[in-house]
């Protein structure tokens, strides 16, 4: 089976737009909540689209350093919802 770069193409552009969907979703449960969880998880799940987002642009263009990009956005990511989720549950960050 050969590789077809126009569905290939077609395939990033669309999940580029899901993707970019799913965020716009997840933005409306960050300002309206109702609980802090909620937004929360919202801001966590923002910050994994924004992964996705930066590999697909990576794909898209073939250029590696979105790949890079979007490491360092996940660790960034990981490391805000740890102290988010631990500033609500105790109220303080560093002790």
Not at 86 to 94: A, D, H, L, P
Request: proline residues 3%; glycine residues 6%; charged residues 15%.
């Amino acid at each position: 089976m050969s590789e077809d770069p126009a569905f290939l193409e077609w395939t990033v552009r669309a999940a580029l737009i899901l993707v970019a969907g799913l965020c716009v979703l997840c933005s409306y449960r960050v300002i309206r909540g109702p609980t802090t969880p909620d937004r929360v998880v919202a801001l966590d799940a923002i910050a994994t689209n924004v992964v996705a987002i930066a590999v697909l642009f990576a794909l898209q263009t073939g250029r590696g350093l979105f790949v890079t990009v979007s490491l360092v956005l996940a660790i960034i990511g990981f490391i805000a919802t740890v102290v988010v989720a631990k500033f609500v549950t105790e109220g303080e960050i560093i002790e």
